[in-house]
């Protein structure tokens, strides 16, 4: 896919004779008891098991065969990649290990990224994130979040908070959950400010969608929004696009209410969507659930397929 020069080098561990280097996620058990050891909230094994199984890149620390921190990325296989897990024991994190977890996330991005990839995390540490190799976000930049309520699926009591309406647009817009055609995905991300990339990681970043939505207005494809992840424990919404000659906040709207709703209905108990956005305005009318303030949203972009293409817009 033609990837841009290196950008940073690959990280080393402190004191390696110590520790062991595992390029794979850990096992279940060893996860549970890690966010457990961690003060970390509870997760389903059955469905983290199926979480696991679909990362994208996965390191994990052990020390005298435990496993004492990891982290992972989902990812489209091409233009975006997302931070999922990242988890060290308390003991642990003056080392150096969790910069080194995290530096060799970030590196096995712009490893395998495509040109114009980005990768997202959120994060209760951002100072840490920035030291690692991230980038925060300019102010304004925070997110929106659907959580399926655990106890409730699990009874049957759980009620889809958010409940769907016809798009509201007068005739001729038509809704269907295809996706793009590369030059409607290429052109609407153009015109809503994302990085140009090539036709091939195009093609391969849209054949991983999980869910999509597109509205066409007389036939042409006019916006278009996906969720990329899984719909056991972690999952994004990203190109929330839509063509500025028509109503763009309306039809912006309109799809991440419904992705939002689908992903409710979808997702295992647990499970987290995250939209990482701008007009989190947009978000909260969709139904979506504003993250704490201390969160922060962090991301590292790989350099676009031209120079003159436009990395200022975010996910909407």
């Given at each position: 896919?033609?990837?841009?020069?290196?950008i940073?080098?690959?990280?080393v561990l402190?004191?390696?004779?110590?520790?062991?280097?595992?390029?794979a996620?850990?096992s279940?058990?060893?996860?549970?008891a890690?966010?457990k050891?961690?003060?970390?909230?509870e997760?389903?094994?059955?469905?983290?098991?199926?979480?696991?199984?679909?990362s994208?890149?996965a390191?994990?620390?052990l020390?005298?065969?435990?496993?004492?921190?990891?982290?992972?990325t989902?990812?489209d296989?091409a233009?975006?990649?997302?931070m999922?897990?990242?988890v060290?024991?308390?003991?642990y994190?003056?080392?150096g290990?969790?910069?080194?977890?995290?530096?060799?996330?970030?590196y096995n991005?712009?490893?395998?990224?495509?040109?114009?990839?980005?990768?997202?995390?959120i994060t209760?540490?951002?100072?840490?994130?920035?030291?690692?190799?991230?980038?925060?976000?300019?102010?304004g930049?925070t997110?929106?979040?659907?959580?399926?309520p655990p106890e409730?699926?699990?009874?049957?009591?759980f009620?889809?908070?958010?409940?769907?309406?016809?798009?509201q647009?007068?005739?001729?817009?038509?809704?269907?959950?295809?996706?793009?055609d590369?030059?409607s995905?290429q052109?609407?991300?153009?015109?809503s400010?994302l990085?140009?990339?090539?036709?091939?990681?195009?093609r391969i970043?849209?054949?991983n969608?999980?869910?999509?939505i597109?509205?066409d207005?007389?036939g042409?494809t006019v916006?278009?929004?996906r969720?990329?992840g899984?719909?056991?424990?972690?999952?994004?919404?990203v190109?929330?696009?839509?063509?500025?000659?028509h109503?763009?906040?309306?039809?912006?709207?309109?799809?991440i209410?419904?992705?939002?709703?689908?992903?409710y209905?979808?997702?295992?108990?647990?499970?987290y969507?995250?939209?990482?956005?701008?007009?989190?305005d947009?978000?909260?009318?969709?139904g979506l659930t504003?993250?704490e303030?201390?969160e922060?949203?962090l991301y590292?972009?790989?350099?676009?397929?031209t120079?003159?293409?436009?990395m200022d817009?975010?996910?909407?």
């Amino acid at each position: 896919m033609n990837r841009p020069v290196k950008i940073m080098e690959k990280p080393v561990l402190k004191r390696p004779g110590d520790f062991e280097i595992v390029y794979a996620p850990p096992s279940v058990e060893d996860f549970l008891a890690l966010r457990k050891l961690g003060n970390l909230g509870e997760k389903d094994p059955i469905a983290m098991r199926e979480s696991l199984a679909r990362s994208a890149f996965a390191i994990q620390v052990l020390h005298e065969g435990r496993c004492i921190g990891f982290c992972r990325t989902l990812s489209d296989g091409a233009l975006w990649y997302m931070m999922a897990d990242g988890v060290i024991l308390p003991e642990y994190q003056a080392g150096g290990i969790g910069k080194f977890l995290v530096s060799s996330l970030i590196y096995n991005f712009y490893e395998n990224a495509a040109p114009g990839g980005r990768l997202l995390a959120i994060t209760h540490a951002p100072d840490f994130g920035v030291k690692s190799g991230f980038n925060r976000f300019p102010s304004g930049v925070t997110g929106g979040f659907a959580w399926v309520p655990p106890e409730l699926k699990k009874a049957g009591r759980f009620v889809n908070p958010i409940s769907l309406s016809p798009l509201q647009k007068g005739e001729g817009y038509q809704v269907s959950y295809d996706s793009p055609d590369l030059e409607s995905f290429q052109r609407l991300r153009a015109l809503s400010g994302l990085a140009a990339t090539g036709e091939e990681a195009a093609r391969i970043s849209l054949s991983n969608s999980l869910m999509t939505i597109k509205i066409d207005y007389l036939g042409k494809t006019v916006a278009f929004a996906r969720i990329l992840g899984e719909t056991f424990a972690w999952a994004y919404m990203v190109d929330v696009c839509a063509d500025p000659a028509h109503d763009a906040d309306a039809l912006k709207t309109h799809m991440i209410r419904d992705l939002s709703a689908r992903y409710y209905e979808k997702g295992a108990p647990g499970a987290y969507m995250l939209f990482i956005t701008d007009r989190i305005d947009l978000a909260k009318t969709a139904g979506l659930t504003p993250v704490e303030p201390r969160e922060i949203c962090l991301y590292a972009d790989q350099p676009p397929l031209t120079d003159s293409s436009s990395m200022d817009g975010h996910n909407i």
